[in-house]
């Protein structure tokens, strides 16, 4: 992770093989709610991920939801993604947006604030890519659904 990035309650975060939420800087990855972010997904400088929402008449109280985030996926520097928001594989986040609602199919292009699609991907053309050594964080992939049975709360 990026010393200038910040992921909190990790426990409630999950990822994917390849996947580094933070290892950007300037990155805000709140897991308060459950988080879940694909295989190879990146994840570019100055992203907010956040799950939960302040309460509008106690700001000390939080409310948690969820958020996922698919595979394949590349989320632009300075994009945020707000609570209950589902993403489906190969989804862009360009550079600057605001994404407020779900778009679970996928395979297209969020522009704006709030976010919507500028530009549909043809399926086919989308290419599955594996990396020779598969890692979920420092651990080997094949190690991993041991490890989060054991220290993950997702």
């Known amino acids: 992770m990026h010393f200038s990035s910040l992921v909190s309650n990790v426990g409630n975060i999950v990822t994917g093989i390849g996947t580094a939420p933070g290892l950007s800087p300037g990155c805000y990855i709140q897991g ?6 694909g295989d190879y997904t990146i994840i570019a400088p100055n992203v907010g991920i956040i799950t939960a929402n302040h309460d509008l008449y106690d700001f000390r109280i939080h409310h948690p939801s969820s958020v996922k985030i698919g595979r394949y996926c590349w989320i632009g520097m300075n994009a945020v993604i ?3 928001v589902f ?7 360009a550079a600057g947006s605001v994404v407020t609602k779900s778009f ?3 395979y297209c292009v969020l ?3 709030p976010a919507r699609v500028i530009k549909s991907l043809d399926p086919t053309k989308c290419v599955e ?3 020779k050594y598969e ?17 993950l709360a997702v």
Request: glycine share 14%; no cysteine.
């Open 129 to 131: 890519h594996r990396n």
């Open 87 to 93: 993403l489906g594989d190969y989804t862009v986040v």
């Open 32 to 37: 308060i709610g459950r988080l879940e972010i």
């Open 135 to 151: 890692y979920v964080g420092y651990i080997p992939a094949a190690k991993f659904p041991e490890f989060r049975r054991k220290y």
């Open 111 to 113: 522009a704006g604030n």
């Open 104 to 106: 679970p199919d996928g």
């Open 82 to 84: 707000l609570p209950g």
